[in-house]
């Protein structure tokens, strides 16, 4: 039996339980618009439910839009924008701990400095289910080198 499960149900005032019937489905998804893999760009989606029982995410979605070479003479450059939202139990422990829902949206440029290094400057804003909780903006600048 999880842990988590066991402190959610006691700090809830319940008792532990199993439940050996859960389930879950989710489906990915990328299709390019224009181009391929090499140079183009597409749409991109996340979809996936659960019971609830086992699992303190509901329901989520994401989706966005992305590609390569986004920019003339920069055909190794990546880049992607999408939002995602996720709904939480509202039940148990997450109920109790005023968790609601969350929203939140990334944008990114990857930049390819040489064969081995590339850059990517990121933006993420992230509107937390956690109570009490201002709404998260982070700016982050990553350096990749592959030897």
Not at 32 to 53: A, C, N, P, V
Not at 54 to 74: E, F, S, T, Y
């Amino acid at each position: 039996e999880s842990p988590r499960v066991l402190i959610r149900d006691v700090l809830a005032g319940g008792t532990a339980t199993t439940d050996d019937d859960a389930w879950s489905i989710y489906w990915n998804g990328f299709q390019f618009i224009e181009g391929d893999e090499s140079q183009g760009w597409g749409l991109f989606g996340r979809l996936g439910f659960s019971d609830g029982d086992q699992n303190p995410i509901d329901w989520h979605a994401a989706g966005g839009i992305g590609g390569v070479g986004l920019l003339p003479g920069r055909d190794q450059d990546r880049w992607g924008v999408g939002v995602y939202y996720q709904e939480f139990v509202n039940e148990g422990l997450l109920s109790t701990l005023g968790v609601d829902d969350e929203i939140g949206a990334e944008a990114f440029y990857n930049v390819q400095v040489t064969p081995s290094t590339n850059m990517t400057l990121d933006l993420q804003v992230i509107d937390s289910a956690l109570p009490n909780v201002d709404t998260a903006v982070v700016l982050g600048l990553r350096l990749g080198v592959r030897f």
